[in-house]
């Protein structure tokens, strides 16, 4: 057998070293399975649509039903006040939102359980699985986000009015980057938590349904009176679909103090998360 020492001058195509700390990423690593990354990518993407007869249309059918239930329930019988003249917009824009981060959270919470077997065989970076389904959960936004700009022009072309803020637009990407955090975040903490805590995926869409009404999804922050508006402040998903809607449409409010908020939230959520992820790397084999 040979032994390695410090003078050995052997070339090797890949290095695998132990972390050095719960906060330890290796993005060399990440950037050098950047193929692997694609491919996740495109499998995700590609088991949506494969073998179905409405193909391609299954990223936007569902937003289109769920949006047009909650105008029926909230709009036409509730006859919740939006704010503005188009509805179906209103909603539509808060159920692609809420949808982003909604599927970034769910793909990402399942990595450790649902990829246990293919960990325990192959090495490389346990990262790349849940970049994988934001990625993908990503790809599905923009073509949502797509149809609802085909929606925009329509109405527009109809002569209907839309408040679009153009001086906010560069606004989109900010909030975007900060949607994919936060689902990423949530979930390769939930991912983490459920190698031992099994019952916690099971909680997981009951959850993210009841995080939803706290958020102004299905109706504007002004539907609630002033004194517990501030219930709503604290939820730093709020920002990020007001503000969405607010540059798209002109309905909600633009506050940038609660994006701070909601950017400093992301970061302490991300960092538990990535420890969380880490330190489970390492054992999760024992547990899951």
């Known amino acids: 057998m040979k032994h390695l020492d410090a003078t050995d001058n052997t070339h090797w195509d890949l290095v695998i070293r ?4 719960l906060l330890d990423i290796q993005f060399k690593d990440l950037w050098h399975y950047r193929d692997l990354l ?19 249309f299954w990223f936007i059918i569902p937003p289109v039903l769920n949006a047009l239930t909650y105008l029926i329930i909230f709009g036409l019988f509730a006859k919740i006040d939006t704010g503005t003249s188009n509805m179906v917009l209103f909603y539509l824009c808060g159920v692609i939102a809420w949808g982003f981060i909604s599927d970034c959270t769910n793909r990402t919470s399942g990595t450790f359980r649902a990829n246990a077997s293919v960990f325990g065989k192959v090495y490389f970076p346990r990262l790349i699985v849940p970049l994988a389904s934001v990625i993908s959960a990503l790809f599905k936004f923009f073509v949502q ?76 922050y002004t539907f609630f009176p002033e004194k517990i508006r501030w219930i709503f402040d604290l939820n730093p998903l709020s920002p990020l679909i007001e503000i969405f809607r607010y540059v798209l449409i002109g309905s909600d409010r633009l506050d940038l103090m609660q994006l701070l908020y909601c950017v400093g939230f992301n970061v302490v959520i991300l960092f538990v998360g990535l420890v969380l992820f880490n330190r489970t790397e390492q054992t999760f084999m024992d547990t899951v």
Not at 18 to 21: E, L, N, S, V
Not at 38 to 56: A, E, M, N, P, S
Not at 193 to 212: E, G, H, I, W
């Open 145 to 220: 986000f797509g149809f609802v700009l085909l929606v925009m022009v329509w109405y527009l072309l109809t002569g209907a009015q839309i408040n679009i803020q153009w001086a906010y637009i560069w606004l989109i990407p900010v909030i975007l980057v900060l949607m994919g955090l936060t689902g990423l975040s949530f979930g390769i903490a939930i991912s983490a938590l459920t190698t031992k805590y099994r019952d916690l995926s099971n909680m997981v869409p009951f959850a993210l349904q009841f995080l939803m009404y706290l958020t102004p999804v299905v109706y504007p």
């Open 38 to 56: 694609f491919l996740l990518v495109r499998r995700d993407i590609i088991t949506v649509y494969k073998q179905t007869l409405l193909g391609f």
């Open 18 to 21: 132990p972390k050095k700390g």
